[in-house]
């Protein structure tokens, strides 16, 4: 070979090795800021496929994660973007392959490929395609998949960095079903199954944003079971619980799905009612006290928001009128009304 031939066959070997150097530095920072963020898993999927998208030189990228015997197109970047939601069979699809196998997939012309569903390969555009799994502890969740219009557009240097990707995201998904878990902890109610005091002060405040922006209705019930202390006394702590326990489970059957029911204390629990009036909360109340009266009487207090009063407010004076149901001998609902209460029943 000659010294010029030998000097380029170096040089390009240099090059080659710059950037694969580069391309790392360039993952190990996506890496980082991922890791580093506020954490959102679908923020994190967003990234993940737009940056896979570009540091393989791909058309399109996406995150498929498995439906039953679907998979379904979570996150899109690039060519794949109009396919946000699509679906495909895990059965019949080179991304169900790489899931039911556990291993990184290649496909570099899918007119050829027997692998792939070619109806869909057509339709999103993909002509090669590098698919690697997503690891949920034990098994594999989904997948990270890059494509291109082009036949075998990928190599190894693309093989490499999707894994890194993919790792990172399999990491991401094992992280939020940890967050998702430690929150559901914090704020629910271990005894009863509802949410808990935190949670019910996270949620009023919401649920009275919602009601002002959409310019609706909320009203809130503070609800407590009569004679509770003296039923825990007479009859054990376990009665007790029990008691508590199947309460929550009648009330929660005569609820709507938007309704939010948590336990506020020992045996007090409260109700947020989004898009209720005061007269509709009555019609609730009713019905709660009719599924419990095989097991006890209730006494509950009724605030319907003013559109002008802050969540801490509202609640205070549902918590006013339920006092003056127990003042006034329990087995009763109070209506608040401005600071004045008016017993119903």
């Known amino acids: 070979m000659s010294r010029a031939r030998r000097a380029d066959a170096d040089n390009s070997d240099v090059r080659e090795e710059f950037t694969d150097v580069t391309l790392l530095a360039e993952v190990v920072a996506t890496q980082q800021a991922i890791s580093t963020s506020d954490f959102d898993l679908e923020a994190v999927m967003a990234e993940i496929v737009v940056q896979a998208q570009r540091l393989t030189r791909a058309d399109g990228a996406v995150v498929e994660m498995v439906d039953g015997d679907e998979m379904v197109y979570r996150a899109v970047a690039g060519a794949a973007r109009p396919y ?15 899931v039911t196998s556990g291993e990184i997939v290649l496909c570099d012309d899918s007119e050829t490929d027997p692998r792939v569903d070619r109806e869909a390969t057509r339709m999103v555009g993909a002509r090669s395609m590098v698919v690697v799994p997503l690891r949920h502890r034990h098994d594999v ?34 992280r939020a079903e940890l967050l998702d878990r430690l929150t559901r902890e ?32 909320l009203t809130v019930a503070v609800v407590d079971l009569d004679h509770f202390k003296a039923y825990n006394d007479e009859h054990g702590h376990a009665a007790g619980d029990s008691l508590l326990a199947d309460c929550a489970r009648l009330w929660q059957e005569q609820l709507r799905e938007v309704d939010f029911i948590a336990r506020i204390g020992g045996e007090e629990f409260g109700l947020a009612l989004p898009g209720c009036s005061e007269t509709e909360a009555v019609d609730v109340l009713s019905r709660l006290r009719t599924a419990t009266s095989p097991l006890r009487t209730i006494s509950a207090g009724i605030a319907e928001w003013d559109r002008e009063e802050e969540w801490t407010a509202l609640v205070a004076r549902a918590d006013a009128a339920l006092y003056r149901a127990k003042r006034e001998g329990r087995n009763r609902v109070a209506l608040a009304l401005d600071s004045l209460t008016r017993l119903i029943s």
């Open 186 to 217: 914090a704020t629910t109610d271990v005894l009863t199954g509802l949410a808990n005091r935190r949670a019910w002060e996270e949620r009023v405040p919401l649920e009275l944003a919602r009601a002002r922006r959409s310019r609706a209705t």
């Open 84 to 98: 946000l939601g699509f679906r495909l069979p895990v059965a019949s699809s080179l991304s169900g392959l790489c």
């Open 141 to 174: 969740a989904g997948v990270l998949k890059v494509y291109s219009g082009r036949p075998a557009s990928f190599a190894e240097r693309e093989l490499r960095v999707l894994q890194m990707m993919g790792s990172t995201l399999g990491a991401a998904i094992v």
